[in-house]
Structures are given as structure tokens and as C-alpha cells.
């Protein structure tokens, strides 16, 4: 109720000046071609080259990052590789009518290149799970190896969290259908966000087992008379 109270007002506001139901924003396949276009590198980012790569040099393994977010590390988007006739049916057109040349532009780009299309979604589910190499930010050190960390960990935690019967129905569906959407369509870095709640639980799973064993009492071995306290032998 309070969802539709507070998007209600909005999307009639669509319905009425676009001419269609649009619950809040129109960008679903504006984002579908940022991930699937001749430039395609799997998130909204063109590839970054070696050169870009060396010129970012010591700056991606500084703790502040303000310096790798600035134009001249971090400015290439797929907007930018549009072709002038792309470019002139989107300029000045509202959101619904780029929505519709966008869907345009990505279905039929699918259609004309399938197996770029299914390397592109393989590249997207390890850019998800990993790190987005095309993306400055992850050229530190520091976050590349907090990332496979979490991963190894998360991946040894769902052994030991299914061995442990743990409840993960709910967590898989919500997973597997985020991982499923940015896979068929666009990731980016940021994307791999809601997943850590649930690695961070299931690292600490796989952290707290040596802790647990040295917690559990140990029996005395059979035959070394040893005696609950307070027995009589």
C-alpha cells in the first residue's frame, strides 16, 4: 500500500504526459544496448586500453579513490560510441521515444550477433562475481584481492552452510534472478552489492568452523580412566 501511495502519483503522471505506463523511469533497454553494442564490454563502460591502464599507474592503488573517478581515468561510456544517425533520433526526443530506439537498437543488434551475445553474458556473470577490469576503480590492488577473498570464502561458506542445513531458498531465488538480469543484460561493480550480506555470512560460516571445533568438549579416550567429575572409580 504505501509503495503504490508513494509510485502511484508518478506513474499516472507518465500515463498522462507519455501516453504510457511507466511506473517510475523508462531505462530498461537503454541499459540492454549499453551491455550488447558493437563497443560492448558487458557493463555501461568501453574496454579500457593498456595505455589508459598505464596512465592511471600508481593512482588505482591509492585508498582514495577522487583522483581514478575523474574524466581523464574514468570518462569512457557506451553514450559515446553512438553513431551520428543513433545519436540525431535520440537528441531532444523524451525518455519513452529513446526507450523504443534503444530497444531497437539492442534487439536488433541480439539478433544479428547471437554469439557475441552469449560471450558477452558469460563476461558479465564473472565481471558480477569478480571484478569489472574495464572499470578504473578496479585496477586497485586492494579491491581485487578483497573480491576473490570474498569470493573463495562465500563459495567454501555455502559447502558448509548446506552441510549445516541453513534455510536458502529465499536468498538463492533473490540471487539466482539478480545474476540471471545482469547477466542477459548490463552489470557494473556496483551491481555486486546486495550479494555481499549474504557472502559476508557465508565467509563467516567457514571462518567460525576451526572456532567451533575447539569449542566442542572432548571425551576422554576409553580405557585411560578417566571419570566425569565427582565419580567413584
Not at 502519483?9 to 537503454?30: D, G, M
Not at 555501461?44 to 581523464?72: F, I, P
Not at 577490469?133 to 578483497?146: G, L, R, T, V
Not at 576422554?220 to 565419580?231: D, E, T, V
Request: aromatic share 10%; hydrophobic share 45%; with cysteine.
Amino acid at each position: 500500500l504505501t509503495t503504490f501511495i508513494v509510485i502511484g502519483p508518478w506513474t499516472l503522471r507518465n500515463r498522462i504526459v507519455h501516453e504510457k505506463w511507466v511506473p517510475i523511469k523508462a531505462t530498461f533497454w537503454v541499459n540492454v544496448w549499453k551491455g550488447n553494442n558493437d563497443y560492448a564490454t558487458g557493463t555501461d563502460r568501453t574496454a579500457m586500453s593498456d595505455e589508459a591502464k598505464a596512465r592511471l599507474g600508481s593512482v588505482a592503488n591509492q585508498l582514495d579513490d577522487s583522483q581514478v573517478m575523474e574524466y581523464r581515468y574514468d570518462g569512457q561510456r557506451q553514450y559515446v560510441m553512438l553513431d551520428p544517425s543513433q545519436q540525431s533520433r535520440l537528441r531532444n526526443q523524451p525518455e519513452v521515444v529513446q526507450e523504443e530506439v534503444f530497444k531497437e537498437l539492442a534487439v536488433g543488434w541480439i539478433e544479428q550477433h547471437p554469439r557475441r551475445y552469449l560471450e558477452l553474458c558469460g563476461i558479465r556473470l564473472f565481471k558480477t562475481l569478480t571484478i569489472d577490469w574495464d572499470n578504473p576503480k578496479a585496477e586497485n590492488i586492494f579491491y581485487q584481492i578483497s573480491r576473490f577473498v570474498l569470493l573463495g570464502l562465500s563459495s567454501a561458506g555455502l559447502v558448509v552452510a548446506v552441510r549445516q542445513k541453513w534455510s536458502l531458498v529465499f536468498p538463492a531465488v533473490l540471487v539466482l534472478t539478480a545474476l540471471a538480469t545482469y547477466t542477459l543484460t548490463v552489470t557494473a561493480a556496483r551491481f555486486s552489492i546486495p550479494f555481499e550480506p549474504l557472502q559476508l555470512c557465508l565467509a563467516a560460516a567457514v571462518v567460525a568452523v576451526p572456532f567451533e571445533r575447539r569449542a566442542q568438549p572432548s571425551h576422554a579416550p576409553i580405557g585411560m580412566g578417566w571419570l566425569p567429575a565427582g565419580s567413584n572409580p
